[in-house]
């Protein structure tokens, strides 16, 4: 089973770019595919990109197409989420899932 911890949330103006992180350990990580998912306040969580094992295919909603880049890094056990012209809509929790664990979260609130 794999652990996730997620960092890299915090508070930033509308345009702006956050970077997150997914710190993962097991050793089923370099074969499992991975996504973020967030979930904004009395909302229900929804997905955001996903990345298959090796790096090499990723899907996005469409709310993260064209501003979000998802990436993995098999070397260190990280996953990452590059997040660019960031819109309050943004706002919620983020969370890192993959061969059936999920992160705990990290906050990530943009200011109008």
């Known amino acids: 089973q794999v652990q996730l911890v997620e960092s890299g949330g915090g508070l930033v103006q509308a345009g702006g770019s956050l970077r997150l992180s997914c710190a993962a350990s097991?050793?089923?990580?370099?074969?499992?595919?991975m996504a973020w998912f967030r979930q904004a306040p009395g909302k229900e969580r929804k997905f955001v990109a996903n990345i298959n094992w090796s790096g090499n295919t990723t899907i996005y909603a469409d709310a993260a197409k064209g501003r979000f880049t998802i990436s993995r890094d098999n070397a260190k056990n990280m996953v990452y989420l590059q997040m660019n012209n960031l819109k309050p809509e943004d706002t919620a929790v983020y969370s890192c899932?993959?061969?059936?664990?999920w992160g705990q979260g990290t906050q990530v609130t943009v200011s109008s």
């Open positions: 097991g050793r089923t990580f370099s074969r499992s595919a």
């Open positions: 899932t993959g061969s059936g664990s």
